[in-house]
């Protein structure tokens, strides 16, 4: 009986220092104190620890490494209605300007379409190219990108550039349920009908 209870001491043991050496590893210190703070809240409040539970076993869905749905989901409308990247990855070497030309008419005219109808864009900046403004201390770099012989802390002067845009809102359609969010567009293949 105590080879057993020393076997069931052991194995705890080696969880507890498996869990302190992945905390550790995963964000120091500070992370093992948090794990443990909350173990101790989740023992005190078996509400939250049925929510931990819950969570951990019905996760959020996650996408794929490193991609913005948002992003691909924009993409693929400016391929479907413009076929946007078809022709950016055509190679268009040969074509003449004028075809080049009436090729990007139509393509910016449904790009645009498409731009207007799923995202409200407003200006950073209410200053028009060439217009000379003040970059005031606290700025948002991304927002305000301050670029030639930037010396000193701001305020900065200088001219606009590009007055930037930034989405307002963005009303984009969601991934059909099951369907891979890093699909642009889909093969097509045709069946034609049998020969009589």
Partial sequence: MEIFAGLIVGLVLGAFLAVVMFSLRAGGPARLLEALQLAARMHRDPALAERIHRALE????????????????MLALLQENARLVDFLLEDISAATDAQIGQAVREIHRQAQQVLKEHVVLEPILSAQEGETVTVEAG???????????????PPYRGQVEH????AREVKLPDVPQGADPRVVQPAVVHIPEPKA
């Fill in 139 to 153: 700025y948002d770099p991304s927002a305000i990108r301050v670029i030639g012989h930037v010396a000193g802390a």
């Fill in 58 to 73: 019905s996760p959020e869905p996650v996408s794929p490494s490193g991609v913005s749905p948002i992003a691909l989901r």
């Fill in 163 to 166: 007055p930037g845009w930034r």
